[in-house]
């Protein structure tokens, strides 16, 4: 491990951060995007909840008019869209961006200025699509959004354009950062860090991007042809004019199935992260557990029509849909069974970040189960657009995205602010959501059997639904209760929380090998790998003792980001690191600034913003157009697209980084 | 680190379990657990086999999860875990075990596939199904009938659905008869199903289960299973005319002896409503004139045959109670064929057909022909009573949010426009609201 001079930096008085609002808006840094999406996803998701709350008020119990029919249609879509576009997505990005970089053994990720920008077009994209509920424009199509309905025949309100335009503004922002990590994750890993010794989440999030690099335009696509249908008088959907409404949902879903497993595989990914430290045993079956996530990946793109078994496409049709949806339960459930024989002949350790992680795997295997029953046509038929439905998906996406999302946020908590979560905040948080999300989704299964239909703003008395609703109701209550001592715990351990040090559990990976919160470079120097543990190595190598390792020596790479090392995986445990007595945070400590390493870091810019600003109020013009006069439109347009223009000539024309002095 | 304590555990599995059992002991009035058509059963065979494999599934699953993590919880002292990285076989296993369970389903799921989405004979009796934004047609039109939100059926014969929009998509479903299908604009889509003869005089709930728009929670139907003899009568009365006072009186005409021949071809639906006068006119009152006290009894020669109302159970009827802020002067009484003459008049006949009363032709709403035979209007959401039927005039739109019917009741405020409507605008007195539901309600 030799120890080199510190490159000298050209221009170094250049500031690379600044501080305050203008430090967030400019900031480049893998990590401060990342807590920027996980706060804003945060904000969205208790948002969302509210939403989920006024519909279980109004559902509580039969011909309730807590909202009016109008206002419960703008809730319910909206409910769906934030929750699946700006909660659980973004909450997924946080992920992608606090842990890829670090998991790979990376500085930052392929495009920081990039990545920024999807950050701001996401942010942007959401107050465009959120703010309208409050003047009553809110979209109210559904988060599908079915056509003739969304068409301007049956929707001619501003509702559904914001729906559209904010869509395709939130696409924009997947889809750059869907290539940014891709790029990242194949061009940037450590010397030795091939793919097959990459940690699960980085494998899960790296599948997950192609399915949004390949799903997303084919909902641009989809909601192109709506734009153009809305405001410039074409008949893609005009069913008046002979137009097949089948088209929008076939386009629809071919983006909206995989869509499904772009909100779950992330928290897969995550839960194979937790399982393995707590269990204190390698993650069961490695290989198959990449190659199933991969085949979900795939196999995603060919079942979507088993959400239209009941439009009349023919018995051929829905036999093959049928068996493609029954195929995906193979890969999925062996999914389950490694993730079950990682804890089995363990010594398995209860946090809240375990019970999270185990409770994704019973919570997520009914919805599974429920998933098969309907990849049956005919009974599908039964059970298609009832509250069956809407038990299963909720058992799917809360039962599984968000469960794996939480036992991510209390396991990874520490790593990006230096203190742990409170466990036993944690626990009433656990077993509150637990019980209260069971007694919301489980009775939905019989109401829906027993013949309520989804999407209804109220009920008749009489139907044998009120109980089922009225528990629901309740079991809504007690999520919500759970999710503010969620909040309260967060924003009370981050400035109160025990210290944590570098390693609080344990964990086998390389973004545990650094200081809490990481340094702004990451690592030091970058480390060279040697396997699939590379933390396990340093610290106890008998737990890896019989996986295959390369040979000390064999990487002596260059590693060109910051000029030459020769690193191996650094680790020095902090002195008092007993979380009791509070080991020093990493920034009291005083760790060496990326300038005296000789590090360069992307300067700050507010570029991304700027781009992202005028990108938006761009589209955002053809939401003036039901105004009487053209003059805002045109303004808005023009004067969005020069912002745009210039800052993306500004962006292009200026170097991310510092030129290295090599001496 | 703080353990979970078991006990708080066993809580939360006995509430759940409780959950559970309360809500499986409870088969309600809408189930699709009893189902009574061959269409029905085909899937509820598949559905016993899927709940069968799904609840060993869950079993298995949950117990192996539950058991490892009681079994293999860390303890103090413990040595290290021995490090297995996976194993081949075991992965062949749970790959293998779970196809052939799928297997198992896939085959009985596509043999059924097939036998239900077959063509329906030809002889089935065959209603076309028309979705409205937000209320239900139907037409039979070997018999020439055409009415709305309601639905009678033989028992033992088979009925073949044809399901199409007029709008935005909707979805047809009665629980108890079988799966749902959707209604596409430019498609023709079918379901066909037999109610089992052993069903006997029922009524059943149908709803929409495509989400399609505003008022997609009030767009229900009514479905009446009754016996084969007493569908024919409904049904040959059904394609009467019905007329009031004005039009001279003509030969009355009782139903047609002989049932129009299943099979027999089609007559167009819409025959009759716009050529005036129809040869089967026929009176149904005789009002006596200007005595406006009470409306008048009409004679009836064969009133046909109409589900009694006191069967209906009381998931069928219904209950919707009337927003706040509707009221009705209550010293109104009404007079038919004053009536008659303000409905001539005003904008119902732009919309409403009533066959028999050559002024009303219209196709955008429900057909009124027989609407005093309903037991329900605004789609299954109101009692079709005479306090329901004025309001409904009056103000529909504070009613049914969203109805494209538009608010007549002079000084009503339109909920969706809050425009004040005005008798210069057409707005109706309550007075001429009320001849106008007595006309309505002779129309049996």
């Keep these: ?663 | 680190m703080p353990h979970p304590s078991r006990a708080r555990r066993r809580v939360t599995l006995a509430a759940l379990v409780a959950v559970c059992v309360l809500a499986a002991c409870q088969n309600g009035p809408n189930t699709t657990f009893e189902p009574h058509s061959e269409f029905g059963r085909a899937i509820d065979g598949l559905w016993k086999l899927l709940l069968h494999v799904g609840t060993v599934v869950f079993i298995f699953v949950e117990t192996l999860l539950v058991y490892t993590i009681i079994r293999f919880r860390r303890r103090e002292g413990q040595p290290e875990p021995k490090h297995v990285h996976g194993n081949t076989r075991l992965e062949i296993l749970w790959t293998v075990t779970p196809a052939i369970v799928l297997a198992c389903i896939a085959v009985p799921t596509v043999r059924t596939i097939f036998r239900t989405q077959a063509r329906a004979t030809p002889d089935a009796l065959q209603v076309e199904v028309y979705g409205h934004q937000w209320w239900w047609e139907f037409r039979y039109p070997q018999y020439g009938v055409v009415t709305a939100n309601e639905v009678y059926l033989p028992i033992g014969r088979k009925v073949n659905f044809a399901l199409r929009t007029q709008d935005v998509l909707h979805s047809f479903w009665i629980p108890q008869m079988g799966g749902k299908r959707d209604l596409i604009a430019n498609h023709t889509n079918y379901l066909w199903f037999t109610p089992d003869s052993s069903l006997g005089v029922l009524d059943w709930n149908g709803t929409c289960n495509e989400y399609c728009g505003l008022s997609h929670a009030n767009m229900k139907f009514r479905v009446f299973t009754v016996l084969p003899a007493d569908f024919e009568r409904w049904a040959h009365h059904q394609a009467l005319a019905t007329t009031v006072g004005a039009v001279p009186p003509t030969t009355p005409v009782a139903a047609p002896a002989t049932a129009t021949p299943a099979g027999a071809p089609a007559a167009p639906a819409r025959v009759g409503i716009r050529s005036a006068p129809d040869p089967l006119v026929r009176t149904v009152a005789q009002v006596s004139g200007g005595a406006p006290a009470v409306a008048p009894a009409s004679t009836v020669v064969d009133s046909g045959y109409v589900f009694p109302a006191d069967r209906m159970r009381s998931n069928v009827v219904a209950h919707t109670p009337i927003p706040d802020g509707l009221a009705f002067s209550p010293l109104v009484t009404g007079d038919a064929e004053r009536g008659m003459q303000t409905y001539n008049k005003s904008a119902c006949i732009g919309c409403h057909a009533i066959k028999g009363n050559p002024y009303s032709a219209g196709i955008v709403g429900p057909n009124l022909t027989h609407l005093a035979s309903r037991h329900t209007i605004a789609a299954g959401l109101y009692p079709n009573d005479t306090d329901h039927l004025r309001l409904w005039i009056k103000n529909a739109r504070a009613m049914k949010p969203g109805v494209i019917m538009p608010v007549l009741g002079v000084n009503e405020i339109d909920p969706l426009t809050h425009a004040r409507v005005t008798a210069a605008v057409g707005g109706l007195t309550d007075q001429q609201i009320a001849d106008i539901v007595a006309y309505l309600q002779l129309l049996r």
């Design chain 1, 1 to 663: 491990m030799a120890t080199l001079a510190a490159p000298a930096i050209a221009a170094a008085t250049t500031p690379t951060e600044y501080s305050g609002v203008w430090g967030w808006i400019t900031t480049t840094d893998h990590k401060r995007i990342g807590r920027l999406y996980l706060f804003t996803a945060l904000f969205f998701m208790l948002w969302g909840g509210a939403e989920a709350e006024i519909i279980r008020t109004q559902l509580r119990a039969p011909n309730m008019h807590f909202v009016s029919a109008a206002t419960y249609n703008e809730i319910f879509t909206m409910h769906g869209t934030t929750m699946i576009f700006l909660a659980v997505m973004p909450l997924s990005a946080a992920f992608f961006n606090l842990l890829i970089p670090l998991q790979i053994g990376a500085r930052d990720v392929a495009f920081p200025r990039l990545n920024a920008f999807s950050y701001w077009v996401y942010v942007l994209g959401g107050i465009v699509i959120s703010l309208p509920i409050f003047f009553h424009a809110a979209p109210n199509g559904g988060w599908f959004g079915y056509t003739p309905l969304t068409t301007n025949a049956y929707s001619p309100g501003i509702n559904i354009d914001v729906w559209v335009i904010g869509l395709q503004i939130l696409g924009i922002s997947s889809l750059a950062a869907g290539f940014n990590f891709i790029t990242t994750i194949i061009n940037m890993r450590a010397p030795g860090m091939n793919l097959m010794r990459m940690p699960m989440f980085t494998w899960m999030s790296f599948v997950v991007q192609f399915l949004i690099i390949l799903a997303f335009p084919v909902i641009t696509v989809a909601l192109i042809f709506l734009v153009f249908d809305r405001f410039f008088g074409t008949n893609f959907y005009t069913t008046a004019a002979g137009a097949d409404p089948l088209l929008w949902q076939h386009l629809f879903w071919i983006f909206g199935h995989p869509e499904v497993y772009i909100l779950v595989l992330p928290a897969f990914g995550l839960v194979s992260e937790v399982l393995p430290t707590f269990a204190r045993k390698p993650l069961f079956g490695y290989p198959v557990m990449v190659y199933s996530g991969i085949l979900i990946g795939v196999l995603g793109f060919g079942v979507w029509a088993h959400h239209m078994f009941a439009v009349g496409m023919g018995p051929i049709a829905d036999s093959f849909f049928s068996l493609t949806t029954m195929l995906i339960a193979v890969p999925t459930g062996v999914k389950i069974f490694n993730w079950i024989f990682t804890l089995w002949g363990g010594a398995i350790r209860f946090t809240v970040a375990n019970c999270f992680a185990i409770g994704l795997l019973a919570m997520f295997t009914i919805g599974g189960i429920s998933g098969v029953m309907h990849s049956s046509p005919p009974a599908d038929l039964q059970q298609t657009d009832t509250y069956f439905v809407v038990a299963h998906f909720h058992y799917v996406l809360f039962g599984g995205s968000l469960m794996g999302l939480f036992a991510g946020i209390y396991y990874y908590f520490p790593k990006f602010t230096g203190r742990l979560l409170d466990e036993r905040l944690g626990y009433w948080h656990f077993w509150l959501n637990l019980l209260g999300s069971n007694l919301t989704f489980f009775p939905m299964h019989f109401s829906g059997l027993n013949g309520m239909p989804r999407r209804i703003y109220t009920y008749d008395a009489d139907q044998g639904w009120d109980t089922y609703n009225l528990l629901s109701t309740i079991g809504a209550y007690l999520v919500g209760v759970a999710t503010l001592i969620f909040i309260y715990n967060i924003l009370r351990s981050a400035r109160h929380g025990q210290r944590a040090g570098n390693d609080p559990w344990g964990a086998p990976s390389l973004e545990w090998s650094i200081a809490s919160p990481p340094p702004i470079y990451n690592f030091e120097r970058i480390p060279t790998v040697t396997s699939r543990y590379p933390l396990w190595d340093v610290k106890d190598p008998q737990l890896t003792a019989d996986v295959p390792h390369t040979e000390q020596g064999d990487f002596r790479l260059r590693v060109v980001v910051g000029g030459e090392h020769e690193g191996t995986v650094q680790f020095h445990p902090e002195p008092d690191v007993d979380p009791r007595h509070g080991a020093p945070l990493a920034s009291e400590r005083g760790t060496a600034t990326a300038a005296e390493l000789g590090i360069p870091i992307p300067y700050s810019t507010a570029k991304p913003f700027f781009a992202a600003l005028g990108l938006v109020i761009m589209l955002c013009s053809l939401l003036t157009s039901h105004l009487d006069t053209h003059v805002p439109m045109y303004g808005l347009l023009f004067g969005g697209a020069a912002v745009l223009v210039a800052s993306l000539y500004a962006w292009f024309t200026s170097p991310l980084e510092p030129e290295v002095a090599h001496a």
